[in-house]
């Protein structure tokens, strides 16, 4: 197993495009979690989901974000309309419920909003 | 929102070194960990202490925990050039989802 991928790597995109990011968790994991990290700062909570379900959301993700995780593998975080304060770096994790509390990160994906 | 502070928030050291890191938090948790993050990657985990231990060692690392004040520090001795990095805290809240919420990270830059 060669843990967490994200795809893509960096996303460049104009001011009210829309934009999809995948996640591919660790196999045998069925906690799925994703995070933003701005320049300088931690990460922050977005959405967490256990299995294909999404049991909790930040406030920070507002109606333009949606996350889906169909069939409780992979996820994908969408963010319509995107905007200049979207521009971050967007981290999955995942870990395996009944382990450690320890998550595995992905690379991340590097958003740019031009 | 950030569950607290780190201190130094950057620190520059000469390899063999020691650096330690300080983390405040606000809440009450049950687990606290530390991670380590090379310029424009991912996380990784690198050493977790429950809220009923005081000190843990993993190799070159060492955590202590104090909840009564909410705060934990890292320690790395000898340090070398590849721990160069940013480090954060997380704890998770007592929460059911285990989510983790960041410090604010300390920028460690070990000089050759």
């Known amino acids: 197993d060669t843990g967490v991928s994200q795809n893509p790597r960096h996303k460049i995109t104009k001011r009210g495009q829309n934009v999809t990011f995948r996640c591919d968790p660790i196999?045998?994991?069925?906690?799925l979690y994703w995070y933003r990290q701005t320049l300088g700062q931690g990460p922050e909570f977005l959405t967490y989901f256990q299995n294909e379900a999404q049991l909790e959301k930040s406030r920070l993700l507002s109606d333009r974000f949606s996350a889906e995780r169909p069939k409780g593998s992979f996820s994908t975080l969408e963010i319509q309309r995107t905007e200049q304060g979207d521009s971050a770096m967007y981290l999955c994790?995942?870990?395996?419920?009944?382990?450690?509390?320890?998550?595995?990160f992905g690379p991340g994906t590097r958003l740019t909003v031009t | 929102s950030q569950q607290g502070e780190e201190d130094p928030q950057a620190l520059s050291i000469q390899e063999g070194e020691n650096a330690t890191m300080n983390c405040s938090y606000k809440?009450?948790?049950?687990?606290l960990q530390w991670y380590r993050q090379n310029s424009g990657r991912g996380l990784v985990h690198l050493i977790l202490i429950r809220s009923n231990e005081r000190e843990k060692h993993s190799g070159r690392l060492r955590v202590t925990l104090d909840t009564s004040k909410k705060s934990s520090s890292l320690l790395i001795t000898a340090s070398r050039a590849a721990d160069t990095a940013s480090y954060f805290c997380a704890t998770d809240g007592r929460g059911a989802t285990n989510k983790l919420i960041f410090g604010t990270g300390t920028l460690l830059a070990v000089q050759p």
């Open positions: 809440t009450s948790i049950n687990n």
């Open positions: 196999s045998e994991h069925n906690r």
């Open positions: 994790a995942s870990s395996f419920s009944t382990s450690s509390y320890e998550q595995y």
